[in-house]
């Protein structure tokens, strides 16, 4: 049954797709910071074939990087909470962090999907937050995507700007604020997207593929 949250909570993921640009809806993630205990969409996605792939995958970077002498914080270790000035609180878990001996390190995250702009937001979040967690305070992180495929993306320290941070606020702002954040129901986001119509009364569940218009001349 949905409650409400004592406080906005917001998850990294919820914003990094919204960051990127793959999804414009932000009324989900406003919702839901403010909700917990909601009803979610049912999903043929496979949550435990996804869980033994992820793991599997993370097992092995992590390997590779402690057999090259990696100081290496796994998953549940990396878990925050960061509280902003706005009272709002954001959590997320990276896979895994490294350290290295002049103290710089290096956050990884592991996709066992095809690479999306969002897969980078996610890190640069986690690459913006953990300076100001415990034993990452003040720390210069990297960050790096690893995909099944073998394909490799790295993110350098300094790709966390001004820019960046101005983006990520003026996001988070929306999503903390009382307003409620702009929504745009489409049957392409609808069907990505968990809330019920019981707490989106707009949400489209047509097949984007039945709207195919016919007629033109080509
Ligand atoms: S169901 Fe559609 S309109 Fe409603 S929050 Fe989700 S994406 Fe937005």
């Keep these: 049954m949905t409650e409400l949250r004592a406080g906005p909570y917001i ?7 919204l960051l990127a640009g793959g999804f414009s809806c932000e009324w989900a993630a406003w919702f839901k910071a403010r909700h ?14 996804w869980q033994i792939a992820h793991t ?40 895994l962090v490294t350290v290295d001996e002049d103290g710089s390190g290096t956050i990884y995250d592991v996709k066992t999907g095809k690479q999306r702009a969002s897969d980078a937001a996610q890190v640069m979040i986690y690459m ?13 992180l990297d960050g790096k995507l ?29 999503i903390v604020s ?5 929504r ?13 119509p019981a707490d989106c009364a707009e949400r489209i569940d047509a097949d984007p593929r039945d709207a195919t218009a016919e007629g033109a001349g080509f």
């Excluded at 009382?178 to 702009?182: F, G, I, Y």
């Design 36 to 49: 917990k205990s909601y009803e979610r969409m049912p999903s043929d996605f496979d949550m435990a074939q």
């Design 146 to 174: 690893i995909y099944a495929s073998g394909h490799e993306v790295d993110i350098p320290a300094s790709a966390i700007d001004d820019s960046f941070r101005a983006n990520l606020y003026g996001l988070i702002g929306r």
């Design 128 to 140: 913006y937050a953990l300076p100001y967690i415990g034993q990452h305070r003040g720390r210069q």
């Design 11 to 17: 998850w990294v993921t919820w914003l990094s797709r």
């Design 178 to 182: 009382d307003a409620p954040a702009r």
């Design 184 to 196: 745009t129901p489409s049957a392409l986001e609808c069907r990505m997207c968990d809330l019920t």
């Design 56 to 95: 599997s995958l993370l097992n092995d970077v992590r390997d590779g990087l402690e057999r090259e002498g990696r100081a290496v914080f796994v998953e549940s270790q990396n878990y925050f909470t960061l509280r902003g000035s706005s009272g709002a609180v954001l959590g997320g878990k990276p896979d």
